[in-house]
């Protein structure tokens, strides 16, 4: 079994910053997979950004400049650093891990950002 715990998330205004962090422990052989994804009201979870297979990394072209995606491997852990933050930033975001052939998800944390 693999858990993932999400840290970071808060209340800040437009324009300020977060970094969010997501930290992976249990049965883990080997990680194919992070990423993030947010789910804000009334809308469907979405791709914020992703390590995806052969390195690539792929961002939502709206948050494209403003967000930063990082991972250290050494310590399970993968990273959002959220700059220039609007309103429309506002939702519950979501650690995303695949082990093997399997996806995990964290339980979320919340991002409000006030106008």
């Known amino acids: 079994q693999v858990q993932l715990v999400e840290t970071g998330g808060g209340l800040v205004q437009a324009g300020g910053s977060l970094r969010l962090s997501c930290v992976a422990s249990g049965s883990i052989f080997s990680i194919n997979g992070m990423g993030w994804y947010r789910q804000a009201p009334g809308k469907q979870r979405e791709l914020v950004a992703i390590f995806a297979s052969g390195g690539n990394i792929n961002y939502a072209d709206s948050v494209k400049g403003r967000f930063t995606i990082s991972r250290d491997n050494a310590k399970k852990s993968v990273y959002l650093q959220m700059n220039s933050l609007k309103p429309e930033d506002t939702a519950v975001y979501y650690c995303?891990?695949?082990?093997?052939?399997?996806?995990?998800w964290g339980q979320g944390t919340q991002v409000t950002v006030s106008s």
């Open positions: 995303n891990v695949w082990v093997g052939a399997r996806g995990y």
